[in-house]
């Protein structure tokens, strides 16, 4: 069942592919790579996403995971990470399709769950990306949802159905606990989520690690464990992470401009800016936004 439905969905994703990764289907989308990628930093939303063909790689902090055909991923809050498909080719594309997640709709599920339903929640914070084998049912789901690409007068009404089906299979799945944690609204992975959020939104400004805690409503040695737990990074090692992505941004947009962006994401000192720059991205960013303008200009 399993080997067959993955044959079924390359085929559909193959077909329903665009340039823009998008589909006709509200927070679906298709991804293709028809040649090996480099790293490229990016973030992790919430997200399922479904690997048909192919092996995609990612980097989050320090650690380095990986997830090919048959195995799929879930990120339960915002991460910045770099990632890549590492086995691709025009003959042997990487294929991979994303749904998605909301937390009303997870939560929704749970409430029409029986509690003897639900598998166990386990015990502290569970990580805020995973991977695991999908099984038969949730690929089955997946196709089901995939293939109503061609049908598109009946995905109104029963991609609400099928999408409902996916979180049920995900919450009873061997990354249920993220899941479960990810739809209700006090627990410690939610508490940790609005602190990410607040973080996002403030990252040009100086950090204190004690106002991140406060907005999680946990005292700073506990924040500190619940946020490594998460996101693999220190709360400071985070803020980092997405000013420099944010100044990568803004560089490809604005390559002369370098000095203007590293004020603008943050930094005091030019000197520290284009340090840690280095460290993160292995150019100098004089060096990377060159290299971006001329991305741009082909």
């Known amino acids: 069942m399993g080997i067959m ?4 969905l390359r085929e559909l994703l193959n077909r329903h592919a665009r340039p823009d990764l998008a589909t006709p289907m509200e927070g679906v989308l298709i991804f293709k790579a028809e040649r090996p990628q480099p790293p490229t930093p990016t973030t992790y939303g919430k997200v399922l996403a479904v690997v048909a063909q192919g092996t995609k790689r990612f980097a989050l902090g320090e650690q380095v995971h990986e997830y090919r055909e048959g195995q799929y991923l879930v990120a339960s809050v915002d991460l910045p990470v770099t990632a890549h498909f590492a086995r691709a080719s025009a003959e042997l594309p990487g294929l991979g399709v994303g749904l998605t997640l909301h937390p009303a709709a997870v939560a929704e599920v749970l409430l029409q769950a029986a509690p003897g339903d639900l598998p166990e929640l386990g015990e502290g914070v569970p990580p805020g990306l995973a991977v695991s ?19 598109p007068r009946d995905i109104t009404v029963l991609a609400p159905l099928v999408k409902r089906e996916i979180l049920w299979r995900l919450i009873t799945g061997d990354q249920g606990a993220i899941v479960r944690q ?5 627990s410690s ?9 607040w973080i996002r939104d403030h990252y040009t400004q100086p950090f204190r690690v004690k106002d991140a805690a406060a907005v999680a409503g946990m005292s700073v040695s506990t924040f500190h464990r619940n946020f490594h737990a998460v996101t693999a990074m220190s709360p400071i090692q985070f803020q980092k992470r997405i000013r420099l992505q944010q100044a990568r941004l803004q560089l490809a947009a ?20 284009s340090r840690e720059y280095r460290r993160q991205f292995g150019v100098s960013p004089s060096q990377d936004a060159m290299r971006l303008g001329t991305g741009a200009a082909r």
């Not at 604005?254 to 800016?273: E, H, I, L």
């Open 5 to 8: 439905a993955l044959d079924e």
């Open 133 to 151: 084998t999908a099984s038969a049912e949730l690929l089955d789901a997946v196709v089901r949802l995939v293939r109503l690409f061609d049908h």
């Open 182 to 186: 990810f739809g209700l609204p006090d």
């Open 189 to 197: 992975l939610s508490h940790i989520a609005r602190a990410i959020q």
């Open 254 to 273: 604005a390559p002369a401009a370098v000095a203007a962006v590293s004020r603008r994401v943050g930094y005091d000192s030019p000197s520290q800016f």
